[in-house]
């Protein structure tokens, strides 16, 4: 007892009833039905935690792919047309301090076509010398294969599935076919170009090794019959900043030039995947809420089991608020260890999950992550704080409100009704 000696009654008590239940009162620490609700609260935090920190490690790491071929930000000229002084355009934008590299490029639509198959494709013109300043590609490619690029030879590097898609190898011939027509005594034609496949790269993202064909910025001008380049693509120091560096770039410009950033391009993606975190979150909550809410039958069970021990309480001069907060600490002591314990077990498997998902899959013999279903092969994990501040606050909130309840009914508890039969 000399524990209990120097702290107010009510916490010695609520501790004491945490600890010790009827079963389990000579030598066991917690009785099992508080054990069971911390078990619960536990698991659902840590729950919570893991699902969240992997669907984090997806969003960034299929943007991170993303962002290897799309730019951080690009620069249009705002009628459309190509950019009338490139040299100077280059420097007024490698003048803001959060521009790491930029580079010229053309985008337009087309088709390719190797004899009777035909697929839609986006052409990107780009300065092989100044691509690898605002793209991840050359890491990802074979060695100099965007060097290959040269101007007038008309040469393309496609994306690695659409090369196989229609059976093309470095060396092959394949026709472009502009949609710009040109016009003909028998009408408007496309206009079509015999090229030759130089290399392939793979971003890691299907939907851009599928259907991105590059060529050199030069050859594409004069096969979509533009003056120059259409635009300027951005790499910055951070992507996190795109929007106020785009806000910036597009004050500093003035509306003769267009500002997108990458969260423009890619607005329904990105806006799709904050929902499925959202619900995600709101659905593994509940998991949560119904072990704080099964901490209500524990505390009646207590309070029905204590009725003779809140009487003599009672009789020795306990106020009604005290025995309430007998009952409120000992539900919130087992909010508390459940939520702390399920936070150490959830970012403790969310840190090695990197080791626990191939341990399992040896284990198992299985695959969980298909390399030719999926984007990734390694499951990815990334706790914020952001996430996991508001799981443990929601937490230790649900497992307070549920002490509410029993513990006012242990203080309507009258003495002389609970000591009749005892």
Excluded: C
């Amino acid at each position: 007892m000399s524990f209990f000696k120097n702290i107010p009654y009510e916490l010695a008590l609520g501790w004491r009833y945490t600890r010790a239940g009827r079963a389990t009162r000579r030598n066991g620490f917690i009785s099992f039905i508080s054990g069971v609700s911390m078990m619960g609260i536990g698991l659902g935090v840590a729950a919570l935690i893991i699902v969240l920190s992997v669907m984090n490690g997806f969003q960034k790491e299929v943007r991170d792919r993303m962002l290897g071929v799309v730019s951080h930000i690009e620069v249009y000229a705002a009628d459309g047309a190509a950019v009338a002084d490139l040299p100077a355009l280059l420097a007024r934008l490698k003048a803001n301090p959060q521009v790491l590299g930029a580079a010229p490029f053309i985008t337009a639509q087309a088709l390719l076509a190797r004899g009777e198959d035909m697929k839609g494709v986006l052409v990107r013109g780009i300065d092989p010398a100044l691509e690898p300043e605002v793209s991840d590609l050359s890491n990802d490619t074979q060695a100099g294969v965007l060097q290959r690029l040269q101007p007038g030879e008309f040469s393309l590097v496609l994306g690695r599935d659409l090369a196989n898609n229609l059976f093309l190898q470095s060396g092959d011939p394949v026709t472009l076919v502009s949609p710009s027509g040109q016009v003909t005594p028998a009408g408007v034609l496309p206009r079509m170009k015999q090229m030759g496949v130089v290399g392939t790269f793979s971003s890691g993202h299907y939907e851009y090794d599928s259907a991105l064909a590059l060529m050199h910025v030069d050859d594409a001008a004069r096969m979509f019959r533009l003056d120059g380049p259409s635009g300027v693509r951005l790499k910055l120091r951070d992507l996190h900043q795109a929007r106020e560096v785009a806000r910036d770039l597009q004050l500093a410009l003035g509306p003769q030039f267009f500002v997108r950033d990458w969260t423009q391009q890619n607005r329904t993606w990105f806006a799709a995947v904050q929902v499925e975190k959202r619900m995600m979150f709101i659905i593994l909550t509940l998991i949560v809420a119904v072990a704080a809410f099964n901490l209500v039958s524990t505390l009646v069970m207590t309070v029905t089991d204590k009725r003779a021990d809140i009487a003599i309480l009672r009789t020795l001069g306990a106020s009604p608020r005290s025995i309430m907060g007998i009952f409120v600490v000992q539900g919130a002591t087992v909010g508390v260890i459940g939520t702390m314990s399920g936070l150490l077990l959830g970012l403790l498997v969310a840190f090695n999950i990197d080791v626990i998902v191939p341990a399992l899959e040896t284990l198992f013999n299985a695959s969980f992550l298909p390399r030719d279903i999926y984007l990734i092969s390694r499951m990815p994990s990334e706790p914020l704080a952001s996430d996991i501040w508001p799981v443990a606050i929601i937490s230790l909130v649900l497992a307070f409100v549920a002490t509410l309840y029993p513990s006012w009914r242990a203080s309507q508890v009258n003495p002389a009704e609970a000591l009749r039969y005892e």
